[in-house]
């Protein structure tokens, strides 16, 4: 995430963070726990399509989200508790016992039920910004421990990585470094998905893939075109297919492109090309327009 902060005396202190979308390139799941989540591994990189969370400190207790939509397919938003920057805030006093007011612009452009992990990064960049702007001095571990109970994204977010190889129920991360730029053309069809349901889908199949997560980091670092294809996989993306028939009709078009590699992101509904270049992904990017398949938008990660 990226910070600007603005400190002028007599005004309310403001600080502004623009926080990313991301994308799984691998996800694995590898069983179902006794607490009713699945155990995972996942590779995930952050990519350059941002949030902006606008963070303004007020001498009010309470915690006050507006929200503005900058793409079409957003649907309207919650701006109460059942929105994860409103717990985030809330997590926050719970922990610290202090009763600060804010008032949160949220200006969205990551799609809402596509996988791309816009809710977790929200909470995420929440957290950094309440911690700053309220003067909390949490340490970054305590803010991990907040963050998994967020969600199993939020941690990723945290660290401000632009990969991480991410285990349990994908609250552990371990960042690393991506060796070059990677492109991306990604497609939001108009219809989203549920984490939930997609997860119970797999328990009636559950696939799983065998390949070590250290294949994956080394198949992305060298950028073996040939390569790609082969960790480019997710053990969701039949159980979405199942589930919704855009994303079906969107993976069946991806597999026609002169592309690298192709899959669906997170629990989807969003599916991504890997392409060879910006400008590459900016000709795949044209072409997927034209067949209206939902919103298309070309990013790039590891810059
Ligand atoms: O953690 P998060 O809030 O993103 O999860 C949403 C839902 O997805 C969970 O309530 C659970 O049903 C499912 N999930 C899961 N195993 C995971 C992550 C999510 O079953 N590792």
């Known amino acids: ?49 941002f949030d902006t969370i606008r963070f303004e400190s007020s001498t009010a207790a309470n915690i006050e989200l507006r929200c503005r939509s900058r793409i079409a397919s957003t649907i309207t938003l919650p701006t109460d508790r059942r929105n994860l920057i409103i717990k985030a805030a809330e997590i926050l006093r719970t922990e610290t016992g202090s009763n600060f007011g804010a008032t949160l612009f949220l200006e969205k452009r990551i799609p809402s039920e596509a996988g791309m ?131 079906d009709r969107l993976l069946r078009v991806l597999a026609k492109q002169d592309v690298l590699g192709f899959a669906m992101t997170g629990s989807g509904s969003a599916c991504f090309a890997m392409c060879r270049s910006h400008l590459h992904a900016r000709t795949i990017a044209n072409r997927l327009k034209a067949l209206r398949l939902g919103e298309v938008f070309v990013v790039a990660a590891g810059v």
């Not at 470094?177 to 939001?188: A, E, N, Y």
């Open 1 to 49: 995430m990226r910070m600007i902060r603005s400190t002028s005396v007599g005004e309310p202190q403001t600080l502004i963070i623009h926080t990313p979308a991301k994308l799984n390139l691998y996800l694995n799941i590898l069983g179902k726990r006794a607490d009713g989540f699945h155990d995972l591994e996942t590779m995930m990189v952050s990519v350059r399509l």
């Open 117 to 247: 992990g816009g809710g977790s990064s929200d909470a995420a960049a929440t957290l950094v910004g309440l911690n700053l702007l309220w003067k909390l001095n949490l340490s970054p571990e305590k803010l991990h421990q907040l963050a998994a109970q967020l969600g199993s994204d939020v941690n990723f977010f945290l660290d401000s990585a632009p990969a991480s190889l991410c285990t349990g129920r994908g609250e552990k991360t371990e960042p690393i470094c991506l060796s070059q730029p990677m492109h991306f053309v990604i497609v939001k069809p108009p219809s989203g998905l549920s984490t939930k349901a997609v997860f119970e889908i797999w328990a009636e199949e559950k696939s799983s893939f065998t390949m070590p997560l250290s294949s994956v980091q080394n198949v992305l670092q060298s950028g073996r075109p040939t390569e790609i294809q082969k960790i480019l996989q997710n053990s969701l993306e039949q159980p979405a297919r199942c589930l919704n028939v855009d994303v």
